[in-house]
């Protein structure tokens, strides 16, 4: 009789594990029923939750200024804008990321370029990025992939070394560190996503973060019609943007969520420590080594490595069918594909395609690999999104047994 449970044999898991999310109480209705109350639903000015969110949740992250957005995208938009970064420049951007990381770049009429990903921390290498700087390069996207750090050390030295702006995407990784400093303020800037899914949640929104007062002079004035920071003074100064600003309500929600987020990264940490610990000795499973740098690791989802060869052959994807099966809630790590193995960039194969028209520059993305990327999406990444490591540590025991069953079980897989 078949064991595993994707032959007809019993699941593993028979119960929810982790918490719903966005995790809620009665804090964000009363939020939100005070703003409705008071009649100040846009968002800005001396006593406003927008303001009070910048400054929160800037201070959070060790930076001395946020300025919030509509979404993750717009806050990528409007940091390539303060860049610098103008129609046909050449930005950096990571091979393995939600799209979004790489088409805020196509929004402003400029030119992506993917490099290839370090598989200690699954962002940008170091040595990828140094190998395609051109004098076209004008900016890089970083992500923190899952949450866990980028090497930032290697990546503020290319920075250095070539005068290239970093904007960190950091719509992971709310609370995450390198060395002693939070992520989003090590870069020129930061940008972070606050929809409802990530670990810090708001229906919809994104803030930058920047230490430096003359790129949030920029980023206010792209986020808010062209007109100029200094608050109230908004003469205006830039044409070509549009209204990113976030709504009074969105702010107000954040506030409640900021306050729970520290607890939150606790728990999460102290669950899937123990489950790297419990899955170590699997053969075939490697948990990141996680480096001493990474002094805060705050995950959106958790990413983890799967040897085929060391797991009698068997293909990554088998064993994901596998483990689901049994009740495990695991998919694809490092955020799936490739990103320019979308249609998208497969089809802009001329340099007349919307929205990359630039004449004498073009990049054929059909041409673009990189070999760590695709190795890592299509054998090797496997993740579990962080809602599963909010509720008890004996989820971690389910999620153990259940992949020690399938190991044991390996000759029902064949
Ligand atoms: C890495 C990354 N960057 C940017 C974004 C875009 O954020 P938003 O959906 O808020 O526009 C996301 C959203 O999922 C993301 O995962």
């Known amino acids: 009789m078949a064991k595993l449970a994707i032959n007809g044999g019993d699941k593993a898991v028979n119960r929810n594990m982790g918490r719903e999310w966005p995790i809620r109480d009665e804090n964000e209705e ?28 800037a201070k ?21 804008k303060a860049a610098g970064v103008e129609p046909c420049d050449e930005v950096l951007v990571p091979s393995l990321s939600f799209f979004a990381s790489a088409t805020c770049v196509l929004f402003i009429n400029a030119i992506p370029v993917f490099v290839d990903v370090d598989p200690n921390t699954y962002g940008p290498s170091a040595e990828s990025m140094e190998a395609v700087i051109t004098e076209r390069t004008k900016a890089a996207v970083i992500v923190h992939n899952g949450g866990y750090p980028a090497n930032m050390d290697a990546i503020v030295e290319v920075s250095r070394k070539h005068d290239l702006p970093i904007i960190e995407d950091c719509a992971h990784a709310h609370a995450s560190e390198w060395r002693g400093t939070r992520v989003g303020a090590i870069g020129h800037l930061g940008a972070f996503s606050l929809m409802a899914g990530k670990s810090l949640a708001g229906g919809e929104g994104g803030i930058i973060l920047t230490n430096h007062p003359e790129l949030r002079e920029k980023l206010y004035a792209y986020m808010d019609l062209g007109r100029w920071v200094e608050r ?14 976030m709504p009074e309500w969105t702010a107000a929600v954040l506030l409640t969520q900021l306050s729970k987020l520290d607890e939150q990264v606790e728990i999460r940490e102290r669950n899937f420590t123990y489950l790297a610990e419990g899955l170590k000795d699997i053969d075939g499973i490697e948990p990141f080594e996680r480096d001493p740098r990474v002094t805060r690791w705050s995950i959106y989802y958790w990413n983890f490595k799967y040897i085929q060869e060391k797991f009698d052959g068997i293909p990554r994807d088998k ?29 802009m194969t001329d340099g007349k395609t919307w929205p990359v028209k630039c004449p004498d520059h073009y990049i054929d993305y059909t041409k673009t690999h990189c070999p760590e990327a695709e190795r890592i999406f299509k054998t090797e990444a496997i993740c579990i999104s962080h809602r599963y490591f909010l509720g008890d540590i004996s989820d971690m025991d389910l999620i153990i047994d259940a992949v020690k069953k399938v190991r044991a079980n390996t000759d029902e897989l064949r």
């Open 232 to 245: 109230p003074d908004k003469s205006i100064r830039l044409p070509s943007t549009s209204n990113f600003r």
């Open 319 to 347: 064993f994901l069918a596998a483990i689901g099966a049994e009740g495990v809630p695991a998919s694809v790590g490092a955020h799936g594909r490739p990103i320019y193995q979308n249609p998208l960039f497969q089809s």
């Open 30 to 57: 009363k939020a939100l029923i005070e703003v409705i109350k008071s009649a100040r639903w846009w968002g800005g000015g001396e006593g406003s939750k927008v303001w009070e969110f910048e400054d929160a949740f």
């Open 60 to 80: 959070y992250q060790d930076a001395k200024y946020g300025v919030t957005t509509n979404s993750g995208t717009q806050a990528l938009i409007c940091a390539l």
